[in-house]
């Protein structure tokens, strides 16, 4: 399914207030990409992503926006943190990385994708290994194969009794009954003894070399397949097998190639936290380190080819969107190299006391709505006032403003020790209850927060 960019928006307002500009570049940007693969070739090739930086103070919905677009898209998608590459403490840590995480998350995608088109055949195929095992038949899907017999052709095996009528049709109404009470379910308890591949035993990896080569894989992928003996209910032993089934059915290189191809053409890398990669001194210590983390990502911005164990996979064409607060720094302090990559800046708002009582009340999960489940387990039934919301978001504009602006977080904090009895004793009202929280008790419940936070100067 794709989403018109008036769509993808309309999704995003079911989590985040306001941000219209941000909403819509990354609307864009991702519409772009499906009108992009319509094109011809050699148009195609020509139309490289607008890359987006997002930008605004700390708790306005940077990190919120890239996280329901991954839910949204079905392109491959990752979001790194820049700042994960300085933690190691050496310049350059290996930011390739983050197109390996794209395209096993691609591969993901595609082998979910394949594992549903199979599903029936799996499901068939399994029924029949079970329904084998429970009719004391031996497995009919594993038909013995000689491999000299291309050669040779087939060695005459010993005549075997033939089956007379009768002896065929009571095996036949067994595995009709069997095949009855296993899809009626009633016999999902009973215990039953399965042959499963043993993927275990060979676990040689070696890490950090580049291409990500699994040995153990390797290895394993040209030794015959063991197999062990599993004692399991049929239930389990269904969705064993089912699983078994499917993958014998998949073909694995298929599913490397497309999604190596989908991480080139359709991924998207988020990169946030990216105003922290920015030096602020003179080239000293955590600088220098820093700067070499822009200078790491630059070439995978601008489009390289970096080697993954499913292959090289290109760069070019995949979409990058990085984030960050800029506090300290600003998008031009960035390498101009990499500013020049990211054509497209946008600014996120501070959010204000309209976009609180919003925030607190709208989104699919909004906080009230979350403590309003959270307490239903107990009983309770939880209710806001208007003037009860009105007063949280009033309290969290002047708190943001007097004390460190934190943006819709200090929602969370503030519900938090509004809520803060409440949470306590619920458990210890007998149920139903009805609580309604009013601006008073809002009030009344803040002083403890104030207290704490030494705001006693602050009049609500
Ligand atoms: N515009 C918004 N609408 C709804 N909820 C929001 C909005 N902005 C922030 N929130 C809520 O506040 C919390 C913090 O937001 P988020 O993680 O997006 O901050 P950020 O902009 O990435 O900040 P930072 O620069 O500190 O990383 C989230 O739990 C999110 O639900
Ligand atoms: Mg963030």
Same mark, same amino acid.
């Given at each position: ?5 008036? %769509? ?29 693969? @319509? ?16 930008? $605004?103070?700390?708790?306005?919905? @940077?990190? %919120? ?16 943190? !820049? ?14 990385? +983050? ?44 038909? +013995?194969? &000689?491999?000299?017999? /291309? ?33 009626? $379910?009633?016999?999902?308890? &009973? ?13 040689? %990896?070696? /890490? ?35 699983? %078994? ?10 599913? &490397? ?51 993954? @164990? ?12 990085? !984030?960050?607060?800029?506090? =300290? ?35 699919? =999960?909004?906080?009230? @709505? ?28 002047? !708190?943001?403003?007097?004390?460190? =602006?934190? $943006? ?16 306590? =004793? !619920? ?34």
């Amino acid at each position: 399914m794709e989403l018109t960019p008036l %769509e993808i928006v309309r999704e995003l307002d079911k989590y985040i207030i306001g941000q219209e500009e941000a909403k819509k570049a990354v609307a864009v940007a991702l519409r772009n990409r499906y009108r992009r693969n @319509k094109l011809p070739e050699e148009i195609r090739d020509e139309i490289t992503p607008k890359n987006i930086i997002m930008q $605004g103070p700390t708790g306005v919905g @940077k990190t %919120e926006i890239a996280r329901r677009l991954s839910r949204l898209v079905s392109a491959p998608f990752v979001k790194v943190e !820049a700042t994960k590459y300085t933690e190691v403490g050496y310049v350059g840590r290996d930011v390739e990385s +983050m197109v390996r995480d794209l395209v096993e998350a691609s591969i993901h995608i595609v082998k979910e994708e394949r594992m549903e088109a199979v599903k029936p055949q799996a499901e068939a195929a399994a029924e029949r290994r079970i329904i084998d095992i429970l009719a004391g038949e031996k497995k009919h899907d594993q038909p +013995m194969s &000689n491999p000299f017999a /291309a050669l040779f052709g087939q060695p005459k095996l010993p005549e075997a009794p033939a089956e007379t009528e009768e002896e065929r049709t009571e095996k036949l109404t067994k595995r009709e009954k069997i095949e009855k009470a296993l899809r009626a $379910g009633t016999l999902d308890r &009973n215990t039953i003894q399965i042959e499963v591949e043993d993927s275990g035993g060979i676990g040689i %990896e070696i /890490a950090g070399i580049g291409a990500d080569l699994n040995i153990g894989e390797i290895v394993s992928g040209m030794m015959p397949k063991k197999t062990k003996t599993r004692n399991v209910t049929v239930a389990e032993a269904r969705k064993i097998l089912e699983q %078994e089934e499917a993958s014998k059915l998949l073909d694995m290189d298929d599913i &490397n190639t497309e999604a190596v191809r989908r991480a080139e053409q359709e991924g998207i890398i988020f990169i946030d936290e990216i105003d922290k990669v920015i030096a602020r001194g003179s080239g000293h210590g955590p600088d220098v380190s820093r700067e070499g983390v822009q200078r790491d990502i630059l070439p995978i911005v601008e489009g390289s080819t970096v080697n993954t @164990k499913y292959g090289p996979v290109k760069t070019d064409y995949m979409l990058f969107i990085a !984030a960050g607060a800029f506090h =300290n720094a600003k998008v031009s302090d960035l390498m101009p190299e990499l500013q020049g990559r990211f054509p497209i800046v946008v600014e996120l708002k501070s959010l204000h006391k309209d976009d609180f009582v919003k925030i607190l009340s709208q989104p699919e =999960n909004a906080i009230t @709505k979350q403590y309003q489940s959270l307490l239903s387990a107990d009983g309770i039934n939880l209710t806001f006032t208007d003037q009860a919301l009105e007063t949280v978001a009033d309290f969290a504009e002047k !708190a943001n403003s007097t004390m460190e =602006n934190i $943006g819709a977080r200090r929602l969370h904090t503030i519900i938090e020790a509004v809520l803060d009895d409440i949470s306590f =004793n !619920a458990g210890d009202i007998d149920p139903p209850v009805d609580l309604v929280i009013d601006a008073d008790y809002v009030k009344e419940h803040l002083k403890g927060y104030l207290k704490e936070k030494d705001l006693k100067r602050f009049i609500i």
